[in-house]
């Protein structure tokens, strides 16, 4: 497994992190408690010692599932949470956070009279007690990184960091980043000095990163870049058929780069990079993650495992280094 800093800390992660949101069930049809611990423990046994998962993955059930898995080897861990989306909105005061989306227990809904509403929102207090709860999901008393998850206009983004600050002063965090910033955001962050990890979609088929001048700003600031969905919500695997039916709630079953069509499209085009992938002697999904880490010298590639087997062959993905001339191979490929 290849080992990276995070930002200008000097935390060692994985370059592939166990991506911990479809475990906790919420928008990925449900979810097995023994196959997810088995599953973070497989990835533990191949190496990575990166997770990172949210108190919105399943209303805290992916917190609770990962604090049961790593008991008894939290030191070994590099753990990851979010804050900024809440549900429990009992002490809501008007005109602080912005609506986010209407959900229910399986998935993002349209309102109906039985919707959570869930809300970005970025107050220091609630920030705070927020961290208080992902630490006894978590059972531990510190994470490694805690990330903004969705950013919102009604906080200043300085009170925000400055009560991130605190908490790492105060040791219930060691690291700061964000997620789902524009480049305006992330250079608040940055000129903080205080940010050291960007998480963002990235794939072979989401490169705004790129475009937008995200990862431009990070590699000139020396921040790490998570890259999430990764594998495309798993179509990058090359595994989905046209026929795959999804569980209730699964974001797959609306999301039309699943249609049949698509998968079809898409399976055609990584099957030309089989020739490189068996010139490594490892799988398209395996191709597919390598690419993604070797696109930045300091990213790391969240990637959602549900079972055993897709954790071995993931975390495996970390010791393949692909040369400048592969990644841009496989980039032209797959536009062809
Ligand atoms: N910051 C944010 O706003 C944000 C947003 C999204 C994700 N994330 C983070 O990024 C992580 C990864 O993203 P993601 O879960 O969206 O998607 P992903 O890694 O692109 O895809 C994960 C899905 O692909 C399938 N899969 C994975 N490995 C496989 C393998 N070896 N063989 C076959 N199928 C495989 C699994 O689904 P099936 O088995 O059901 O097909 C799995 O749930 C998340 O868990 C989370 O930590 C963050």
């Known amino acids: 497994m290849n080992f990276r800093k995070l930002g200008s800390s000097d935390i060692e992660a994985s370059v592939i992190g166990f991506g911990a949101w479809a475990i906790g069930g919420w928008m990925w049809g449900g979810t097995e408690e023994q196959d ?27 917190e609770e599932i990962i604090g049961k898995a790593i008991k008894g080897k939290r030191n070994k861990i ?17 005109g602080k956070g912005e609506l ?27 920030i705070r007690k927020e961290i208080e709860q992902s ?17 919102e206009n009604t906080t200043p983004l300085e009170d925000t960091i400055g009560e991130l600050e605190k908490l790492k002063k105060e040791g219930k965090i060691r690291t700061i980043g964000c997620s789902n910033v524009n480049l305006k955001q992330l250079n608040i962050y940055i000129k903080s000095e205080q940010l ?12 705004n990163i790129i475009n937008d001048g995200l990862l431009d700003a990070c590699d000139k600031a020396n921040v790490s870049v998570f890259a999430y969905s990764p594998l495309a919500n798993g179509l ?59 696109k930045y010298k300091k990213m790391h590639v969240l990637c959602g495992m549900r079972n055993t087997k897709q954790a071995a062959e993931n ?3 970390g010791n393949i280094t692909l040369t400048e001339n592969e990644t841009n191979e496989i980039e032209n490929k797959f536009k062809e």
């Not at 699964?250 to 079809?264: A, G, K, V």
């Open 36 to 62: 997810a611990i088995d599953a973070i423990n497989t990835a533990i046994d191949n190496g990575v010692n990166l997770i990172d998962t949210a108190p919105m993955y399943g209303y805290g059930r992916s």
């Open 236 to 294: 990058l695997t090359g595994k989905i058929t046209p026929q795959r039916q999804f569980g209730k709630g699964d974001l797959r079953t609306t999301n039309q780069r699943f249609s049949p069509e698509n998968i079809q499209k898409i399976n055609k085009k990584l099957e030309l990079l089989s020739p490189i992938a068996n010139a490594h002697n490892i799988t398209i999904t395996q191709l597919i993650i390598a690419w993604t880490a070797a």
């Open 196 to 207: 050291d990890v960007d998480q963002e979609r990235f794939s072979l088929i989401d490169k």
């Open 135 to 151: 630490l006894k999901r978590l059972n531990t008393d510190y994470v490694d990184l805690l990330q903004t998850h969705w950013q």
């Open 78 to 94: 590099v753990l990851a949470t979010k804050c900024g989306l809440v549900w429990d909105t009992s002490d809501w005061k008007e």
């Open 100 to 126: 986010h989306f209407y959900s229910d227990n399986d998935t993002i809904v349209k309102e109906n009279k039985n919707t959570i509403r869930v809300y970005k929102y970025l107050r220091p207090e609630s």
């Open 315 to 317: 975390a495996k993905a």
